[in-house]
């Protein structure tokens, strides 16, 4: 896979399914445009038809070509006969449709200043309920009094609380996130309409009730009243009133459902004060009129939900959910009767060795997106005899680009503890040169799905290792929680268990390793290159945690994950900090980062540049402007081909292919 190939993965998100109709977004980026484009993809037995298409209307004639569009959260509604999802066209925020199920134009239901969130129907099929961010006045690009000022004009920000903002959304004080309650077939839509809660708290993950009455909520414990890391489940009104407490959670709550007899299932970890890291997320169910505690159907320890793939559904006498284990993504059935039941007891109906994306179901059939080590996703479907069959093959001009596979790697580490990972060669016999590349998080994972660095390292003649160290997630949460108060131990240990192991092989040069990573993975590599760099040739860091006492109060999130990881002592926080240690990188460093990160702010990288330039160090720094702490992921897509370019650019240079 080359650099320019990031273009071949169509993604296809979550699916809609009703009836005999199944439809999905799929989403690609283009280097030409510099953005991401996708339409609606109608997916059946006999194959994949477009519901809508990414080509938009044409250009103005100023040589930008063509305008992109993106479509995007198909919802259908509950009697077929109608789809809502978000549409945005060039770079403009998406903002709500719908379209009859038999085909036709759309018709926009929305155009409000930022952007609509996705559409949930009401039982009725007439009512939808959907998020979005309301701005002050005068920011945005909205107006005040008669003027609309420029961004470099608004009115100075007054802040009074530690959790004002946040990496990839932006400032989130000025302007929350609200619901809304639009009457699809009342006639024209109001396309700005006004908005059921107040801007008092952020919501999210709209539920309706069965009776259509109201809508579930996850809101902040109290309403937002103070900084909290918990977050609990509120009923509002859907013709308007005052918001009710459904469940208060012993964590934070995410993604509701509610079944027909008024259980409400959701997914939340469980913590105390501010610690949330590091934590499993479970499946819980409280009563809707609020008469009995929550309570939890999966064992803390080895159940850990993947909120992301979308609500908990019921089915039957389970309910099914997503359940990370050991770099899978597995789609489960949790007995509704269940309470703390645990990993093994939760039978896998999809996604054994690879990672479920997003499910829906309707009726027997169940829907999924699922990601292998092969492709980016595809989508498969069971018709209640439980086999799931591929209908899409999203990934096929991928796959001819030049796919490697994935082995799986397992060895112990100097305590003796169990590492899991996994290597990807090149072609050939070798030996080839070795890059260890180490995940974000930490309380993240690699999965049996294709990652598209590991690919392009690859190809470029590179074996590359991947492991799941202690501190990472899908492990068990006491894996995940070895690290607290304890970077740069056991999970230093397991890496280089891992890299060891795979230095034996006969295909891999014990004389020629590079080591890289972002995020965490960046504090890792700065880490690693200080304490063991007689093992690599050269670092590539990206992203970077390196000083914990400036990441405490400059980061979105400093003021809480630096507590739960390191703790509040300066001297330990100096002491877990790859920025102490610059003077003793002897090999070349390479320090990455984007201007807008907020996540990991461009001050950690500021510092440990002009430490290891004050050092004598042989040491570059490449900056991405306009980019975030998720440029690798979702950055525009001309910095993620330039990125992988630089990163080939920089091991041709410290760490060559013979």
Not at 250 to 268: K, L, M, S
Not at 463 to 492: F, I, K, M, Q, W
Not at 568 to 584: C, N, V, W
Request: aromatic share 8%.
């Amino acid at each position: 896979m080359r650099p320019i190939d990031i273009e071949l993965q169509q993604v296809p998100g979550r699916p809609a399914l009703s009836g005999d109709l199944l439809l999905v977004s799929v989403t690609r980026p283009d280097v030409a445009a510099n953005a991401y484009v996708g339409g609606l993809q109608r997916v059946g037995r006999d194959g994949v038809t477009a519901w809508t298409h990414a080509e938009g209307r044409q250009g103005s004639g100023n040589g930008a070509g063509p305008d992109r569009r993106h479509d995007s959260a198909p919802a259908i509604s509950p009697d077929g006969r109608w789809v809502a999802f978000l549409r945005s066209d060039a770079g403009e925020s998406a903002q709500l449709h719908v379209m009859p199920a038999g085909g036709g134009e759309s018709r926009a239901l929305t155009a409000l200043p930022l952007g609509a969130g996705g559409p949930v129907w009401a039982p009725d099929s007439r009512r939808i309920a959907f998020t979005a961010r309301v701005p002050e006045p005068g920011r945005y690009g909205t107006t005040v009094g008669d003027v609309t000022p420029e961004p470099g004009d608004e009115a100075p920000r007054r802040i009074t609380r530690y959790d004002y903002r946040i990496d990839n959304v932006g400032f989130l004080r000025d302007r929350p996130q609200r619901l809304f309650v639009l009457d699809v077939l009342a006639g024209e839509p109001e396309l700005e309409p006004e908005p059921l809660t107040d801007d008092a708290a952020s919501v999210a993950d709209p539920a309706w009730t069965p009776d259509g009455e109201a809508v579930l909520v996850t809101a902040p414990r109290d309403w937002d009243r103070a900084e909290t890391m918990h977050a609990d489940l509120y009923a509002v009104p859907a013709a308007g009133g005052v918001p009710r407490l459904v469940v208060r959670t012993e964590g934070r709550a995410e993604n509701p459902a509610v079944a027909a007899d008024g259980t409400v299932f959701f997914y939340a970890a469980a913590f105390e004060g501010f610690a949330r890291a590091a934590t499993n997320a479970g499946l819980w169910a409280a009563p809707l009129d609020g008469s009995e505690p929550p309570r939890r159907l999966t064992d803390a320890e080895s159940v850990d939900c993947v909120a992301s793939a979308g609500p908990p559904a019921p089915y039957g006498d389970d309910v099914l959910v997503v359940v990370a284990d050991r770099g899978a993504a597995g789609l489960r059935r949790v007995p509704r009767a269940g309470s703390d039941v645990s990993l093994p007891e939760l039978p896998v109906l999809t996604g054994e060795r690879a990672a479920v994306r997003s499910f829906a179901v309707a009726g027997e059939r169940i829907a999924v997106v699922q990601a292998g080590p092969g492709d980016a996703g595809e989508v498969l479907l069971a018709d209640g005899d439980g086999a799931f069959t591929a209908l899409t093959a999203f990934s096929a001009p991928l796959r001819d680009s030049g796919v490697r596979p994935a082995e799986e790697i397992t060895t112990t580490s100097a305590d003796g503890y169990p590492v899991h990972g996994w290597v990807v060669t090149p072609e050939g016999d070798g030996p080839h040169p070795v890059l260890l590349v180490v995940h974000g998080g930490p309380f993240a994972a690699y999965e049996w799905s294709l990652f598209d660095e590991a690919q392009v390292y690859a190809a470029a003649g590179y074996a590359v290792v991947l492991a799941n160290p202690r501190g990472s997630a899908g492990y068990g949460e006491s894996h995940g929680r070895a690290v607290l108060h304890a970077l740069g131990t056991v999970d230093a240990d397991d890496l280089l268990a891992l890299l060891d192991a795979v230095l034996e092989r006969p295909d891999t040069d014990a004389d020629r390793v590079g080591v890289m990573g972002g995020s965490y993975g960046g504090f890792m590599t700065g880490w690693l290159a200080a304490h063991h760099g007689r093992r690599f040739r050269a670092a590539w860091s990206e992203r970077a945690v390196n000083a914990w006492d400036s990441f405490a109060g400059s980061s979105d999130i400093g003021w809480t994950f630096t507590d739960v990881y390191v703790g509040g002592d300066p001297e330990e926080q100096r002491k877990r900090s790859p920025l102490t240690y610059a003077a003793d990188i002897g090999i070349p460093f390479a320090v990455v980062h984007s201007e807008q990160d907020w996540r990991c702010p461009l001050e950690q990288a500021q510092r440990l540049f002009v430490a290891l330039k004050k050092a004598g160090a042989d040491t570059e720094f490449l900056l991405f402007p306009g980019e975030g702490h998720e440029l690798t992921r979702s950055g525009r897509p001309r910095h993620r081909v330039q990125r992988f370019e630089a990163v080939l650019d920089w091991w041709a240079r410290h760490l060559p292919v013979h």
